[in-house]
């Protein structure tokens, strides 16, 4: 009889937390840049521990400086991300005739590939055959890694302050 | 044991209950916009809500704040890719990265460490004095601009400068207001019907437009006197938080100033002249005193060369 009560109790308590965590979760962003690192300081000298999609949503669990702690909903990971990648906007990723018409209203929508897009980009270029993007996008390749950056702070004895860092 | 599994089904229901009611606006809300998506996709939306939509979005007010990152990145990769036509890429590999390496350090301690697609570097092959950002962080030196550098922390100078740029989105404030308003009110006017041919047009007309301006202002006008202010100002934030000195910035506009030629296409139409730039920067970080280069630094900064 008690194992039974306190199987149910336990059941009440999961089915409460689960209602308490989806009204708790109003601190909601979306990530607002196409990959967004998540860290285990609020640095970005701090490691990399998870790596979200541009529109992920996360939940906001403290706020340092410019850093904001998250937690991806519905999981355990959790991190530090720079507040210039978040925006409280909700990111529609294939938007549909509602949300248009709601973004158009209000500040709350913000949508994906609408606007000035890739086929927006081919349209110019189909008309400017003379540029050559070539280059464009060999220079978004130039992405330089978490640790040669510090090894180049490190022997140029540079001296990041832990703020902004 | 049946009042213990009847107390149990009475939690039970509690529980459903509580969650029911405490989800029930997010489950509405869901319902609702099914509803309106149907709706509008079986033509409920007419040509009145359209113009309707089209009004209140031209009602609120709209800037350049208004686009979003994803848009201002492909604002900047036309912007770049009429910059590297222009100029011509400087294909050094090892020139390259370390302009990388040093640059994404320094955007780092920027106040927009992060944008859609990230902060890069690349010299142009050019002995013209000259330096672009277009928006969201691709940033291009020429060669004539990297002999204005003779240390590390004056190359930062340089590179932080085009970050505060990036940074203010000043490059997006030159975008004449009718092609930010066309832009914006043609992506309202999207979901009201099918994207018409002539919505398109309109809105491919208002990135030519944006483009257009853009390139104008960074390439033959130069931007206003209080932005390039603006832009030493924070350069110079960003030199301290990284660690150079912010006399990097004073003593590359001193060589700028003996290598400018009156009159020339360059830094010398765009900017303000060297001497009154210095003069702003001094009355924040004080008297010009002499940079202290560790050797490691220097040796580094020696992979530019002669370039």
């Known amino acids: 009889m008690n194992k039974c009560y306190t199987a149910f109790f336990t059941f009440v308590f999961i089915c409460l937390a689960a209602a308490a965590s989806i009204a708790a979760a109003n601190n909601l962003m979306s990530i607002q840049v ?75 929508l913000a ?28 220079m978004e390749g130039f992405v330089m890694s978490q640790a040669r950056i510090e090894q180049f702070i490190k022997y140029g004895d540079l001296s990041p302050r832990g703020g902004h860092e | 044991m049946s009042l213990a599994f009847k107390s149990g089904i009475l939690f039970l229901f509690i529980a459903l209950y509580l969650l029911i009611v405490l989800s029930g606006c997010k489950t509405m809300e869901v319902i609702t916009n099914i509803g309106t998506t149907i709706g509008v996709a079986t033509g409920t939306i007419d040509q009145a809500r359209a113009e309707s939509i089209k009004k209140s979005s031209m009602a609120v007010a709209r800037s350049f704040r208004d686009i979003t990152p994803e848009q201002e990145y492909y604002i900047g990769r036309t912007v770049g890719a009429v910059i590297v036509n222009r100029y011509k890429p400087y294909n050094n590999p090892e020139a390259n990265r370390y302009l990388n390496l040093l640059g994404q350090t320094l955007a780092r301690a920027s106040d927009l460490p992060e944008t859609f697609g990230g902060y890069h570097f690349l010299i142009l092959d050019s002995d013209e004095i000259n330096a672009f950002a277009a928006a969201g962080g691709l940033i291009f030196v020429t060669r004539g601009m990297l002999g204005n550098c003779r240390n590390e922390d004056a190359l930062a100078a340089v590179l932080a400068h085009e970050i505060a740029h990036v940074q203010f989105r000043h490059g997006l404030q030159a975008i004449k207001k009718a092609s930010i308003t066309t832009a914006l009110t043609t992506l ?14 309109n809105l491919m007309g208002a990135f030519e437009g944006s483009i257009a301006d853009i390139t104008a202002t960074m390439i033959n006008n130069g931007y206003s ?3 390039e202010q603006q832009a030493d100002q924070a350069a110079a934030t960003i030199l301290q938080r990284v660690g150079y000195d912010p006399n990097g910035l004073v003593d590359m506009l001193r060589v700028m100033q003996n290598r400018l030629k009156p009159g020339g296409f360059d830094f010398a139409k765009t900017h303000p002249a060297p001497a009154s730039r210095i003069e702003d920067i001094q009355k924040s970080i004080g008297p010009y005193r002499v940079i202290n280069k560790p050797a490691s630094r220097q040796s580094r900064f020696m992979v530019l060369g002669d370039i």
């Open chain 1, 111 to 138: 949508l994906a590939g609408k606007g000035f897009n890739k086929q927006v980009e081919g349209e110019f270029r189909a008309k400017n055959r003379y540029l050559d993007y070539t280059w464009i996008d060999k």
């Open chain 1, 34 to 108: 196409k990959k967004g690192h998540l860290r285990t300081a609020p640095s970005f000298l701090g490691k990399i521990i998870a790596t979200l999609d541009y529109g992920d949503r996360v939940d906001v669990i403290e706020e340092k400086n410019t850093w904001f702690r998250v937690r991806v909903p519905a999981t355990v990971t959790s991190g530090w991300i720079h507040a210039t990648a978040l925006t409280s906007k909700k990111i529609v990723l294939s938007a549909g005739a509602a949300d248009v018409d709601q973004a158009a209203t209000s500040d709350e």
């Open chain 2, 188 to 201: 309202a006017l999207e979901g009201a019907k099918t994207f018409s041919g002539q919505d398109f047009a």
């Open chain 2, 225 to 227: 006197r209080a932005f």
